[in-house]
């Protein structure tokens, strides 16, 4: 029999339209009280619900979190002031002895009250709304990268080989020439839009660009431009609401930008998922488990079976491999680390593996308050050290290398 630990506790199945509310409280004599009701899920019926908990003087809250239902009903409760927990649906799933047919808000309450349940990490209000602007502006940027190879596809169909040309469909070069098609300009007008280093590719652009454009061609390609900078312009608004929003946590920003890899928008859109405090996620290593970017740990008979990441934060998780991306090209430890895992990892593990590490050194970053000193670990001539005997001898035993001469007793 699992003792009590919490006296007086309730539990919430959160629905969009119903709320669900089961209270548990442990009497003097040792019987346990039970009460459900349901309420609905308006700023009057919230406050129904507080009311309802304080006068049973509930000491916990518990609710899933699923889906955006919970976060008015979590916003409420902390207005209140009541003790509110929201825990991971898939943790309430592995506890086992729900034999009988009980609703979800009674067995909530059940495990709280058994302290078997721990709160999950819940932002603070500023944090949210800047997680939303900065989810939608990943988002868009999605749309955008979307919209160019729309582009890319129209050019083709026309016969118009650009994008073979230029390095990025989207610049200012690209885009005059895309203009100048859509106006129909002549040939030697839009050759002479090239810019920089594209100047030295006249005579490959003038045969890229010659080929005539239907009608409807030109409407699609003028529809896909005025969307494209809709998109740009709206990417920029959502620049501007971020980085307003900076000068609440100045110190960790600025931090986080000496970081390879990390710019402005990338420092505050970290911030907006993981905040600024990490005594919440206590180590490294559990940010990094939050976050779903710690390797796998499953074995079975001494035999490891799979390192495959486990769920988690996937915003962040995207932020943190584009990121890597970009470390990955920087004079830094992440180089070499990237150059010595990619040969017998590949790519995108190798991207995974520097987005783990990059998220240690963001904990450790904010954890002490001090600006990021690149050790310069040659993390490729570690590796070569240590793997260098053991290639030698696979060398020798296949024939590529002599075998060594025994010298004589």
Not at 108 to 124: E, T
Not at 216 to 241: G, K, S, T, Y
Not at 297 to 319: D, I, T, V, W, Y
Request: with cysteine.
């Amino acid at each position: 029999m699992i003792e009590a630990i919490v006296k007086r506790c309730a539990g919430l199945d959160v629905h969009k339209m119903v709320v669900v509310a089961t209270v548990l409280i442990e009497q003097v004599d040792g019987c346990l009280y039970q009460e459900s009701r349901e309420f609905g899920t308006f700023r009057s019926d919230r406050q129904a619900l507080c009311d309802w908990l304080k006068t049973h003087q509930v000491e916990v809250v518990v609710m899933e979190s699923t889906g955006n239902y919970w976060k008015s009903i979590y916003a409420a409760l902390e207005s209140a002031q009541l003790c509110a927990y929201v825990v991971n649906a898939h943790h309430v799933k592995q506890v086992p002895g729900r034999k009988t047919d009980l609703n979800d808000s009674q067995w909530l309450a059940s495990l709280a009250r058994c302290g078997l349940l721990k709160p999950s990490f819940v932002a603070p209000v500023d944090l949210q709304q800047l997680r939303l602007i900065g989810r939608y502006r990943m988002r868009v940027q999605g749309t955008l990268a979307s919209e160019k190879n729309r582009l890319h596809k129209v050019l083709d169909d026309a016969g118009i080989r650009l994008g073979g040309v230029v390095s990025d469909i989207g610049g200012v070069s690209a885009q005059a020439m895309v203009s100048g098609l859509i106006a129909g300009q002549p040939l030697s007008v839009l050759v002479d839009q090239a810019r920089g280093r594209l100047k030295a590719k006249r005579d490959v652009l003038r045969q890229a660009l010659d080929e005539p454009l239907s009608d409807r061609h030109r409407f699609l390609l003028r529809e896909l431009q005025a969307h494209l900078q809709f998109l740009e312009q709206q990417i920029q608004a959502l620049d501007e609401q971020l980085l307003g929003a900076m000068p609440l946590y100045q110190t960790a920003w600025q931090l986080l930008q000496t970081i390879p890899g990390i710019d402005a928008i990338s420092a505050a859109m970290i911030i907006a998922e993981i905040g600024v405090a990490m005594e919440r996620f206590g180590s490294a290593e559990r940010l990094a488990s939050w976050a779903g970017l710690c390797p796998g740990n499953s074995e079975s008979a001494g035999k490891r079976l799979s390192g495959r990441c486990r769920k988690g934060n996937r915003q962040l998780r995207q932020l943190l491999c584009e990121s890597a991306h970009a470390a990955s090209k920087t004079n830094s430890q992440f180089k070499s680390k990237y150059r010595a895992l990619v040969i017998r990892r590949g790519r995108k593990r190798s991207i995974a593996a520097l987005a783990h590490k990059l998220l240690r050194v963001i904990f450790s970053v904010l954890n002490t308050q001090q600006p990021y000193r690149d050790p310069d670990i040659d993390y490729e001539a570690l590796i070569i050290a240590k793997n260098a005997p053991r290639w030698l001898k696979a060398l020798q035993k296949y024939g590529y290398l002599p075998q060594p001469e025994r010298t004589a007793t």
